[in-house]
């Protein structure tokens, strides 16, 4: 499952090490949450009105190629575990979101967060930016 973060440096090529782990996973073996979807489809809505069409096609064509997974009952139930583990830190709950699900579908979450995630109880980590 892909972080924003990851999601966003495949949307923009760079850094291309990212791009390369990509092209390596057969195709459904790489997911996106519907949290990140929000995130993603709120950034276009971000941007100057002259590049936000070609954000916009960039993004339906990334999604064409990576499904997003729905947040369902066995995410949310998760959810509370994190939420609970990490109840001190509040301003990263769409983070504790993306976890929660990527622990509730037992997939590995790719991101450039790391520290930001290993705080979460039960979340499996790659980093596809470090050079393998």
Known sequence: MLDTN???YLLKQRP??????????YEGEVVIS???LAELRYGVRCCPPETRA??????NALLEVIP???????????YAEVRYAT???????LDK???AQAV????????????????YPGVKIENWTKEQ
């Open 16 to 25: 291309p090490q990212v791009a390369m782990r990509f092209a390596e996973c």
């Open 54 to 59: 070609q954000n916009e096609a960039a993004l």
């Open 68 to 78: 997003a997974i729905p947040f369902d009952e066995q995410s949310a139930n998760q």
């Open 97 to 99: 979101l993306i976890a």
């Open 6 to 8: 990851i999601c966003i």
């Open 34 to 36: 519907t949290v990140t």
């Open 104 to 119: 509730a579908l037992d997939v590995v979450l790719v991101t450039n967060n790391e520290a930001d995630f290993q705080r």
């Open 87 to 93: 109840r001190e830190k509040k301003s990263d709950t």
